[in-house]
């Protein structure tokens, strides 16, 4: 049980495009899910804290505007990357909390 | 803000040897995380520990939490090439935020 799932698993778009990631609980409900950035042999990075029905908490340093969340049920969390650019590939990884976190698979993203 | 530091950042190990990591937190903690993630995969929880002094095994593994509930170690005794991996810690802090370790990759040569 306890099983998070993240579409697309890779993704490669051109500079100025927009690319929407999704994640999924697919057999408990979460209030609250997380996304996290992990660069190259690097820790993960909380990007932000999203929570059903209501908008998202962005730690420090991460555009509002460029990386948007919605939330819309207890099961689906998505993140929008708007007008991506080179700098913005990274593997990015969601997850769900259910008494512990679990974790999506992560979607790469890689932006010519 | 809360920070969390985790070593050695790298780690090579002979098969059957055992294998530490530390992590230290800034902050005091109301629980701390371990997770590993094995190369191209995702992190995978292997355990919380939430009390002071708390000390939990799972095998080969044993977790340990300090009595100030600021760092914690995972050793591993007797590794196996299936132990190859990095292993995080991940600290909650007052803010109820999980901030990551930096993480120690493990490499176990046969």
């Known amino acids: 049980g306890a099983v998070v799932s993240q579409h697309p698993s890779w993704v490669i778009c051109k500079s100025g495009t927009s690319v929407k990631i999704e994640c999924r609980s697919l057999?408990?409900?979460?209030?609250?899910m997380f996304w996290y950035r992990q660069f190259p042999k690097q820790s993960l990075m909380l990007m932000a804290t999203?929570?059903?029905?209501?908008?998202?908490?962005?730690e420090q340093g991460v555009e509002k505007d460029k990386f948007l969340i919605n939330h819309a049920s207890l099961t689906l969390s998505t993140l929008t990357v708007t007008s991506a650019h080179p700098e913005d590939s990274s593997f990015y990884i969601c997850?769900?909390?259910?008494?512990?976190?679990?974790f999506g698979p992560g979607t790469r993203l890689t932006v010519l | 803000g809360q920070q969390v530091m985790q070593i050695p950042q790298y780690q090579h190990v002979q098969e059957g040897e055992d294998f530490t990591t530390y992590c230290n937190s800034s902050?005091?903690?109301?629980?701390i995380q371990w997770y590993k993630q094995r190369p191209g995969g995702h992190p995978v929880f292997l355990i919380q520990?939430?009390?002071?002094?708390e000390v939990k095994k799972q095998k080969r593994l044993t977790f340990q939490f300090g009595e100030a509930k600021k760092n914690s170690s995972l050793h591993i005794t007797a590794t196996q090439t299936t132990d190859v991996g990095t292993y995080f810690c991940?600290?909650?802090?007052?803010?109820?935020?999980?901030?990551f370790g930096s993480g120690t990759q493990l490499t176990v040569l046969p």
């Open positions: 997850s769900a909390r259910y008494n512990e976190q679990f």
């Open positions: 057999d408990f409900q979460a209030t609250t």
């Open positions: 999203s929570n059903e029905g209501s908008k998202a908490t962005y």
């Open positions: 902050t005091t903690l109301s629980n």
């Open positions: 520990l939430v009390k002071s002094g």
């Open positions: 991940a600290g909650r802090g007052s803010a109820r935020q999980l901030t």
